[in-house]
């Protein structure tokens, strides 16, 4: 994960990063629009057989009863599209909230350098991050140790 602002990634590449690791929202993002689309196929060619279904039901022959049946299909498609689509829809979310956590996990502080930070009295300088520590910090939050010339008494700026 990047720890500072300039190398953060947009929204849209964290997301694409997250549905690789991911790849079971792109499973039910598939089953959805199948389902959907596999349902209304079959529903426009024999969707016909719906129409006429009022009518005497024990007149069909055997190709409206085939029609029929394929019609019943594309129903249990569209209930099977309800699950695969709540799905599709919990990924993504979980995928956002992964956002809002990596956003809220970056460390938005200028850049050291730009600051003119000195130790005082009771403080000592990290050589490598330039952050300016407690006298009783023995180790700087960069995992930088104290210098071991410098006495926690009497740690300063050089």
Excluded: H, Q
């Excluded at 953060?8 to 997301?15: D, G, R």
């Excluded at 979980?94 to 730009?114: F, H, N, R, T, W």
Aim: charged share 20%; with cysteine; aromatic share 12%.
């Amino acid at each position: 994960m990047p720890s500072d602002i300039n190398s953060m990634m947009t929204k849209s590449e964290f997301l694409s990063d997250y549905y690789k690791r991911k790849p079971w929202y792109y499973i039910f993002l598939l089953l959805t629009l199948g389902c959907v689309a596999a349902a209304a196929f079959l529903l426009i060619l024999n969707g016909e057989v719906l129409v006429n279904i009022g009518k005497n039901f024990s007149s069909f022959d055997s190709v409206k009863m085939v029609k029929f049946a394929w019609c019943v299909v594309a129903g249990v498609l569209i209930i099977l599209t309800v699950p695969c689509f709540i799905l599709t829809k919990r990924f993504n979310s979980k995928a956002v909230d992964a956002y809002s956590k990596y956003l809220s996990g970056l460390e938005m502080k200028p850049d050291i350098s730009e600051e003119n930070l000195t130790a005082g009295e009771n403080e000592w300088k990290c050589k490598v991050c330039g952050r300016v520590n407690a006298n009783y910090v023995g180790t700087c939050a960069c995992k930088e140790a104290r210098p071991a010339g410098i006495s926690p008494s009497i740690a300063k700026d050089d």
